[in-house]
């Protein structure tokens, strides 16, 4: 498994931006599915936006779309999820998740959901509030 730390992470007025970052344990992220997840008390853990392995295209949930970016740094081996105009209903544990395919299919779909990612961060608080 890889090692996952999440980044980022705190407190923002609505409309405000936050980017949170995922470094790993391997120098080989860009050939990993990539995934953030969020998840408030009470509630299951739902998909943000995945990237698919050896690429920057990513799938958004419609809640975020066009106000969230995933991208990767492939010198720098991370991943990003910036996040723009916050509404207090993003708040909540964002998490990274990763998942190496395992051949070519898999290498050029990503199914965004929990099962489908076998490494995980702790997760990093974001607080949307006035």
């Known amino acids: 498994q890889v090692q996952l730390v999440e980044s980022g992470g705190g407190s923002v007025q609505p409309g405000g931006s936050l980017t949170l970052s995922c470094s790993a344990s391997?120098?080989?992220?860009?050939?990993?599915?990539i995934g953030w997840f969020r998840q408030v008390p009470g509630k299951k853990r739902e998909a943000v936006s995945c990237?698919?392995?050896?690429?920057?295209?990513?799938h958004s949930a419609d809640s975020v779309k066009g106000r969230f970016i995933s991208s990767r740094d492939k010198v720098k081996n991370m991943v990003y999820l910036q996040m723009n105009s916050l509404k207090p209903e993003d708040t909540g544990v964002y998490y990274c998740?990763?998942?190496?395919?395992?051949?070519?299919?898999?290498?050029?779909?990503?199914?965004?959901?929990?099962?489908?990612?076998?490494?995980w961060g702790r997760g990093t608080q974001v607080t949307v509030t006035s």
């Open positions: 998740a990763a998942e190496r395919p395992r051949n070519v299919m898999e290498s050029l779909i990503v199914s965004c959901d929990e099962s489908s990612f076998g490494s």
């Open positions: 391997v120098l080989t992220l860009i050939e990993y599915h």
């Open positions: 990237v698919v392995s050896n690429s920057d295209t990513a």
